[in-house]
Structure formats: structure tokens, C-alpha cells
């Protein structure tokens, strides 16, 4: 092990910038409290190495929380060299064959201030899996899994950029501008993957779906030689399930994951567009005979419709899911909401036309202010106003 990790070392100082005594000091090299990960640094970036070190174990912990991959002591620990290098992005990654036996991870950040966070998640992930799969005794993978779904799993482990990401996507599935299921899980997959946000939010389906398994299952199988995507078929009553049915547990999580409130009071623009969803009345959910009952009306068409019991009963109710939608976001929406809201109970209460016309003129206007901070990309958290009235449950 001793020999291995010499070796190891004086390969990242020989692609660093030229050594010095003063690089090669114990000083210069620090190791995590478990022995996981060992850190060197050229003489002019020692400074950086526990925040690196601090990055690497903040990493190794989401990545096994999130994957329920277990790994307890390595064999063999993961060496990282910090070069002294000028606006150099790369993330530098080896994995070899050590002198006593067994497989190590090289790792080099030339530039530890610039390098590419992105590129530094997906190499540790790689480096991680490789350690269990090593640890299960595997001798090599018989299947591979493609090289997004360790860069998407990599970025959803760490939370920083969640949020962002799932918003993106949505954003981009609510315009249909998604490839379709199938396509996503191709082999070679297509070029719409290569998009960070997008890896992110497919290995999240992969192990949030309904049904869906750890890592670990996934891996076993493919070293089983199991090839993709026929992996993702859950091996017991799912079996004989296809792409069709992975297909539409796609879109029936996007539209769950659509109304989760991941952080309280926070509105992120694609769920401005989410919202302006809920303002259309299907008749025919709820019972109401008439034209093309399937079509969604607008509110603004509402205001045509006779007030009988049946259609105050689809008001009403319409109010209360405009508001129940928001619940959790911020003060700005759930405002919006309450004027939208207030303007079906007055269209349904049989109030003077132009009271329930300066409702609906409210409420529009404040929608469309609320699309053009989300059309800018504006995240906001205003707090919800005291006078806002309570969500009345029906």
C-alpha cells in the first residue's frame, strides 16, 4: 500500500509544475479523518487543501446518502493533486493499477480556485463507484451504464443547484421541449443530455420514481450483463414493463415533483408557468353539460356561463384548487392566487358584474407581472401578507 501510494504521488508531481523540497514536506500532504481521500498540493495552493478536503468528504457523504451505496473502508484511498496553474478548468482524472495490487483513483485539479465543479463531481462519483464495486468484489463491469447518469447522480447529490435544475427541466417539459422517454434512454443517448440539468433531473427519476431502486441494484445488474436500459425494468412484478410504461411514469413524476414544495416560501419561474395551468375549468371534471366539456375554459370565459348550482360548485371548487397550488410558495403568488380565488367566489356568489369584473382584472394583472419577473429568471421569496385569507378546504 505504502509503495502504491508513493508511486501515486510522485506521478501527480511530475504533472504538476516542477517540484520543489518544500512541496514534498508532510506538511504538504493532508488526509481525511477516515484515510478515504489523500490531498496534495503544490507549494503555492497549500492553502486550498482543506477546502478541497472539506468538498470532497461535504461530496462523499451526499453521493452514499443519495445512492444508498454503503462503503466503509477503502482498500485503497483516493489521491488528489492541486497543481498552481492560471485559469485552468480541468479535472484531471486517472484510475490504475497500484504496485501492491488492487485500483486507485488519481485525481488533479491544475487550477484548484477555477477548476470545474461539475467535472470534479462526476470524477469523484466515478472514483466512488469504482471503490464499492470494488469492495463488492466485482471484477469489471460486463454493462456499462451511460456516462450521464454518474454526472447526473454526481450534480443531484449535491442540493446547491437542485432546485435550479428541476425548475429548468420543467420549464423546458411544460413546452414540450423534452425528447421523449425513449429517446432519453437510448443508446448513444441524445444531444439534449448533454445538458447538466437534464442528468441531473433523469438520475433523480431513476431513484425517486415509483418503484425505483438504489444504485447498487442497478450496477449489480449490469455486472450481471444486463444492458441498458433494460436495467431500469424492476425484476419482480415489473418485469415484462417496457419504455412505454417508463414512459409514462416520467411524466406522472414531473407533474408530482411540479407541485412538491422543496424549500418553503421560495417561487422559481417555471412554476409561474405551472400556475397558469390551474386557471382553466374543464367542465366535464366537474359534471357540468355542455359543448366540448373536455376543452379547458378560461376564467375570462366564465364570466358567459349561467350561475346555477352546478356551475357555483365548479367556481368554488376551482378557487380552492388555485389556492391549494400555492400553498408553500411565496407571499407574491399565494397573492395572486387569493384575487384569483376571490374572483370565483364572487362569479360564483352572484355579485354585480363590475365587482366580479375588477377581480379578474386584478388578479390578471398581478399574473402578469408575476411572468415577466419569471420570464427574466427571477427567483423571489416575499412574505406572505397578513391579510391573506385562509385556504378554505372543501
Not at 478541497?52 to 462523499?60: G, P
Amino acid at each position: 500500500m505504502k509503495a502504491g501510494l508513493l508511486a501515486g504521488l510522485l506521478v501527480l508531481a511530475a504533472r504538476a509544475a516542477p517540484p520543489t523540497a518544500e512541496a514534498w514536506l508532510p506538511r504538504a500532504t493532508m488526509v481525511s479523518r477516515d484515510q478515504s481521500v489523500t490531498i496534495t498540493a503544490a507549494p503555492a495552493t497549500l492553502g486550498y487543501r482543506g477546502a478541497v478536503l472539506i468538498f470532497v468528504d461535504r461530496f462523499r457523504r451526499d453521493f452514499l446518502r443519495v445512492t444508498q451505496l454503503e462503503l466503509g473502508r477503502v482498500a485503497s484511498p483516493m489521491l488528489i493533486h492541486l497543481g498552481d496553474a492560471t485559469n485552468d478548468l480541468r479535472v484531471l482524472a486517472r484510475h490504475g493499477a497500484m504496485v501492491t495490487g488492487g485500483a486507485q483513483t488519481w485525481l488533479e485539479l491544475p487550477d484548484p480556485e477555477h477548476a470545474n465543479l461539475d467535472e470534479l463531481r462526476t470524477a469523484l462519483a466515478l472514483a466512488l463507484v469504482r471503490q464499492w464495486r470494488q469492495a463488492q468484489g466485482a471484477a469489471g463491469a460486463a454493462c456499462e451504464p451511460p456516462e450521464w447518469l454518474l454526472a447526473g447522480v454526481a450534480r443531484h447529490a449535491d442540493a446547491s443547484q437542485r432546485m435550479l435544475d428541476f425548475d429548468q427541466v420543467q420549464m423546458q417539459w411544460l413546452r414540450g421541449r423534452i425528447p421523449p422517454l425513449p429517446e432519453l434512454l437510448a443508446d448513444p443517448p441524445p444531444a439534449a443530455l448533454q445538458q447538466r440539468a437534464l442528468q441531473a433531473v433523469m438520475a433523480a427519476w431513476l431513484l425517486e420514481r415509483p418503484g425505483g431502486e438504489p444504485l447498487g441494484a442497478l450496477l449489480r445488474r449490469m455486472d450481471g450483463g444486463t444492458p441498458w436500459p433494460a436495467v431500469l425494468y424492476p425484476a419482480t412484478n415489473n418485469a415484462a414493463k417496457g419504455l412505454s410504461d417508463l414512459a409514462a411514469e416520467w411524466d406522472v413524476w414531473q407533474v408530482r415533483v411540479m407541485r412538491e414544495i422543496r424549500q418553503a416560501g421560495v417561487t422559481m419561474p417555471g412554476l409561474v408557468r405551472a400556475f397558469r395551468a390551474q386557471l382553466l375549468v374543464y367542465p366535464g371534471d366537474h359534471g357540468l353539460t355542455m359543448p366540448e366539456g373536455w376543452r379547458g375554459r378560461t376564467l375570462r370565459e366564465c364570466l358567459q356561463w349561467p350561475i346555477t348550482p352546478a356551475v357555483q360548485g365548479a367556481l368554488r371548487s376551482q378557487g380552492t384548487a388555485i389556492r391549494l397550488f400555492t400553498v408553500g410558495r411565496d407571499g407574491a403568488l399565494q397573492q395572486v392566487a387569493a384575487d384569483y380565488a376571490a374572483f370565483c367566489e364572487a362569479l360564483a356568489g352572484g355579485r354585480a358584474p363590475l365587482t366580479v369584473q375588477a377581480l379578474l382584472t386584478k388578479a390578471e394583472e398581478g399574473r402578469r407581472r408575476l411572468e415577466a419577473r419569471a420570464q427574466s429568471g427571477a427567483i423571489w421569496q416575499e412574505p406572505v401578507p397578513e391579510t391573506l385569507p385562509v385556504v378554505p378546504w372543501r
